[in-house]
């Protein structure tokens, strides 16, 4: 079993929707989480980075982790088809540490 | 600055064909790393390193070799090409050490394909 699970979607939403994201994991030592955006044919791009649980919010983009249920969420509000891209989640132990990522979700934004 | 650079963007091989990937990055990072992309599978570490004269294997390493031989510079050797290596294969980069922010830079990627 995958030590990050995130769904590949895809997940189809029209424009100005809320898109909500997820991942779950097994290892209960990792500690700091990340959202990568990818689009198509690119190289993925850091888009939120967050240390333990809670939330943190960026304009449209907010992050939730919860420790205790080893489950992480990305919320994007009022979505645009410049966000369709492919959405990995990340983690690690230390901030230092190698990265373990999930398999992506793919979000296309429909006008 | 460039960031990371990666070439070739495209390459088929013939299985048992040998070639070298690179990458670069004039960011002074002294962490570097591989990555390959398939489909389902998110990002697999292939080889990473924390500074020029050391690598360390990663999660994926067989049938891949790295050197580090200067900060700039991390390129990936396949040594005899299998179809099990087709992918997508990704340079990143990050300030080494023991940081307090871990953001990894990323290149545009390599996809090959082996037949």
């Known amino acids: 079993q995958k030590e990050v699970e995130q769904d590949p979607g895809p997940l189809s939403v029209p424009e100005g929707a809320i898109v909500s994201l997820n991942c779950t994991y097994s290892?209960?030592?990792?500690?700091?989480f990340m959202w990568y955006r990818q689009y198509s044919r690119k190289g993925p791009e850091l888009l939120m980075y967050t240390y333990s649980s809670g939330n943190k919010e960026d304009g449209r983009f907010t992050a939730q982790v919860d420790k205790s249920s080893k489950y992480i969420s990305l919320f994007i509000r009022d979505s645009q088809p410049s966000d369709s891209a492919t959405y990995l989640c990340a983690m690690t132990t230390d901030s230092w540490g190698k990265l373990q990522f999930g398999a992506g979700t793919q979000v296309v934004v429909t006008p | 600055n460039a960031g990371v650079t990666q070439t070739p963007k495209f390459q088929v091989l013939k299985t048992g064909q040998s070639m070298t990937l690179q990458c670069a990055q004039d960011m002074n990072h002294e962490y570097m790393s591989w990555y390959r992309q398939d489909p389902g599978m998110g990002l697999r570490l292939i080889h990473y390193s924390v500074g020029a004269g050391i690598t360390d294997q990663g999660e994926v390493p067989n049938g891949y070799n790295v050197s580090r031989s200067t900060t700039e510079d991390f390129p990936l050797r396949l040594l005899s090409a299998a179809p099990s290596q087709t992918s997508v294969y990704f340079c990143?980069?990050?300030?080494?050490?023991?940081?307090?922010?871990?953001?990894?830079?990323f290149g545009p990627g390599t996809r090959l394909t082996v037949l």
């Open positions: 990143a980069s990050r300030v080494g050490g023991r940081t307090s922010y871990n953001e990894q830079f």
């Open positions: 290892n209960s030592a990792f500690q700091y």
